[in-house]
């Protein structure tokens, strides 16, 4: 089983839509979850990371997170083709800085 | 977060010879990841770089084949050594700071060994 699971997609949204992108993670010692951005050719860009149970707004990208269920999901809101990328999950576990990234999800907003 | 460059940008090379890639970045951060992006996979840590000790290798990265070095607060090399074909992949630097230890990447480097 691997330590952080994304379908590999791709998920395709019509434009406005809400995209919803899951993650699991096998690892109850993993406290923190980052949510990362990459378009093809281009290095990862950090969305929003979230470690508390919950969710965490900022802008049009929500993260939750479900430590009980080991769910980390990212919604994107009034979905841009701009947002056209591959998502990827990444897992901290406490007091350590490595991340484990999850295989990515590639989304495609259809206009 | 933190401004990270990387070079070279690209570069293709001959199997067995060596590439040193360099990673800068424009604030003093205590650590420093290595890793590796095969095509159309995820990202896998090669190795973690604090200043002023030896890097901690990840399972299936050795210090031969990858030596690192992080000479001040800034800056890290990675050297792909004996390369091989097998070692075609993008690799990025990054850089683990403010609340969170969120990280930020490089642009990374693209090596393709003929």
Known sequence: QKEVEQNSGPLSVPEGAIASLNCTYSDRGSQSFFWYRQYSGKSPELIMFIYSNGDKEDGRFTAQLNKASQYVSLLIRDSQPSDSATYLCAAQKFGNEKLTFGTGTRLTIIP | ?114
């Open chain 2, 1 to 114: 977060s933190a401004v990270i460059s990387q070079k070279p940008s690209r570069d293709i090379c001959q199997r067995g010879t060596s590439l040193t890639i360099q990673c800068q970045v424009d604030s003093q951060v205590t650590m420093m990841f290595w890793y590796r992006q095969q095509p159309g996979q995820s990202l896998t840590l090669i190795a973690t770089a604090n200043q002023g000790s030896e890097a901690t290798y990840e399972s299936g990265f050795v210090i031969d084949k990858f030596p690192i070095s992080r000479p001040n607060l800034t800056f890290s090399t990675l050297t792909v050594s004996n390369m091989s074909p097998e070692d075609s992949s993008i690799y990025l630097c990054s850089v683990a700071t403010g609340q969170g230890y969120e990280q930020y990447f490089g642009p990374g480097t693209r090596l393709t060994v003929t």
